[in-house]
């Protein structure tokens, strides 16, 4: 009997047949390759001697995704130079198809080991932060974290132990930044080291299903904290970013968002946790993330930066 990889790959072939794009295509001759993906089934796709990468939504991503607003900023940041070209887009379905990038898809161990790798990450948040481009989303921390505390309420799910207390300690972060607010600029929001694609030359960015208008050191706190960075790590990709050493504030600011958002992706973790999702253990994500939130917001420097926010 087939396994489950085989069915999901049928399953695109089908998905294929359908969009116009294909048509006139040899179905059972195209190459199909499953990817990887957390919470989307995501594929190469090689027919007619081109590549492209097709993105079919997972379940329950309904919940907490604009597909509208997806699409508007995938062609944005398409726009701007740092992401693959919007091929075909379906905001009903949440189906895309974009062109396929060469690149070496990143993780915390590849951003450890290949040199200049956090240089070219800040190189191309650099080149989406002062695009220009406007995305259709105000990503905002607090919002969300009330969001998926509303989700999360109708599902049958326990929080780690002292989640809601460290919620009401982040006030005093709500506090500091909003005396202290930053210009927006087009973020990617969710910059997980898979997200990223290593030529060698430049770092491309793919998946912007949680993207918008947001403070710009959030990408770089967050791409900190997914890639593991140590501290030469953060001042390669900071000093790549301004073209100098950052500032006490910018700096500050970094850090904040490191705590910030393993406070928001938790929730996202008990999220797909209550949704069975198999992709990987996420009550253990959940719990290490608001873990690693906590340590951070507990020491004296943590303090110290809300302090040099302005």
């Given at each position: ?22 048509s ?13 993906g957390?919470?989307?089934l995501?594929?190469?796709?090689e ?52 062109e ?13 080991s290949?040199?200049?790798a ?6 191309a ?12 989303f ?6 969300m974290?009330?969001?998926y ?29 909003e ?57 390669e ?16 600011r ?30 253990a ?8 939130c ?10 110290t930066?809300l302090?040099?926010?302005?």
């Amino acid at each position: 009997m087939p396994d489950d990889m085989d069915n999901d790959i049928e399953h695109a072939r089908t998905v294929l047949g359908t969009l116009p794009m294909f048509s006139g295509h040899d179905l059972a001759a195209m190459a199909i390759k499953r990817l990887g993906g957390l919470t989307n089934l995501v594929y190469r796709v090689e027919t007619g001697g081109k590549s492209f990468c097709l993105r079919l939504p997972g379940d329950g991503t309904e919940e907490y995704i604009n597909r509208k607003v997806e699409a508007q900023i995938a062609a944005a940041a398409a726009r701007a130079g740092v992401s693959p070209q919007v091929l075909h887009s379906d905001p009903d379905t949440g189906i895309m198809v974009m062109e396929f990038l060469g690149g070496v898809t990143m993780s915390p161990t590849l951003f450890k080991s290949t040199p200049g790798a956090p240089d070219r990450a800040g190189a191309a948040f650099a080149k989406l932060h002062t695009s220009g481009e406007t995305f259709d989303f105000r990503f905002e921390l607090f919002a969300m974290i009330d969001e998926y505390l509303g989700i999360l309420s109708g599902k049958d799910v326990v929080f780690p132990e002292g989640y809601h207390e460290v919620v009401k300690d982040a006030e005093a972060v709500r506090a500091a930044l909003e005396a202290h607010p930053a210009s927006l600029a087009p973020c990617h929001c969710d910059p997980l080291c898979e997200n990223f694609l290593d030529t060698g030359e430049v770092m491309w960015i793919i998946d912007w299903e949680y993207s918008g208008m947001n403070d710009p050191m959030w990408d770089l706190g967050d791409l900190s904290v997914e890639g593991e960075f140590s501290a030469e790590q953060d001042t390669e990709m900071l000093t790549a970013y301004f073209g100098r050493p950052p500032t006490a504030a910018e700096a500050g600011r970094v850090v904040i968002y490191k705590a910030m958002c393993d406070l928001l992706w938790t929730l996202w973790g008990l999220i797909q946790h209550a949704n069975n999702n198999p992709a990987e253990d996420f009550w253990a994500y959940s719990v290490g993330r608001f873990e690693r939130c906590k340590a951070l917001m507990s020491t004296p420097q943590f303090k110290t930066h809300l302090t040099v926010l302005g």
